[in-house]
């Protein structure tokens, strides 16, 4: 049987299994009839509101939040893509940080975070009479410490990457194929994962880490973090990152110090995805 996901997306042939998937989660996307996403501008949400749009055309809306929580240069970035594309596209203000229980920080703090989002996401799609709202979780999230995917089941929202078995590497793959401009941009999360648990986090702070990390970016840096330790910056870099980074130390020291920080540290382990979890997964 031809496979419509693949004709549709102008790709040629994949690997058996791969193909099983995409077909999958074209039909799922189909069977939807009317979408919003919520659009961050990552791998993931990318190639999810690049697939709906391709298939629904005017009968998708990919919303990106307004959030201390999420660099603005990544908000651009997804605003430019809808662009691109054609694709509808809105913005909408996000206030998890005003919440008392986010603010303090405990392990299942983005379950407040995303019953805040998801719940501001159901109702623009009420409004603007969309069937359902698909969020970019995929397969491999489910193996992670996710306090917000209670959230997104009690409200109802679709995974359809999730659902229909895709994982992160073989977005990447597809996405490649695709000629999608995400299928090599590094992992991001928001900015509330660089503190450790329990540490108040505030818009000051999340400034602070914002600025950070945007001038490592600004230094040709892509695979890092700016773990925030109150008065101390520990960097997880990758390994490209790590070999370049006595280059820019004296830069890097006098910039995260004139943001308020009185140490800048390296951590000898480098970038790991979810470090702050390590703490909960050892107790």
Sequence with gaps: MENKTLKVLKIKKLDPDLEKKLQHLGEIIINAESVLVAFSGGVDSTFL???????????????TARSATFPKREQHQAEALATKWGMAHQFFDSSEVDLAEF???PPD?????????????????????????????????????????MAAKELCIRSPLEDAGLTKNEIRAISKAMELPTWDKPAAACLASRFPYYAPITKVALNQVEKAE??????????????????????????????????????????????????????????????????????
């Excluded at 623009?124 to 979780?137: P, Q, R, T």
Aim: aromatic content about 10%; charged content about 30%.
């Design 49 to 63: 509101a690049r697939l709906c749009h391709l298939f629904l055309e005017e009968n998708v809306l990919a919303v």
């Design 103 to 105: 603010a303090a920080n």
């Design 214 to 283: 945007d001038f490592l970016w600004e230094l040709g840096f892509r695979v890092y973090r700016v773990r925030h330790h109150d008065t101390i910056a520990r960097l997880e870099l990758g390994p490209v990152e790590m070999e370049s980074l006595w280059d820019y130390k004296d830069k890097i020291v006098v910039r995260l110090k004139a943001l308020g920080y009185l140490h800048v540290a390296v951590d000898l382990q480098g970038y790991r995805t979810g470090s702050m979890n390590e703490a909960i997964k050892t107790t």
């Design 109 to 149: 703090r983005c379950f407040f975070c995303k019953q805040t989002l998801f719940s501001q996401l159901k109702q623009i799609a009420v409004e603007k009479k969309l069937a359902v709202v698909f969020d970019g979780s995929n397969a491999d999230d489910c193996d992670d410490f996710r306090p917000g995917r």
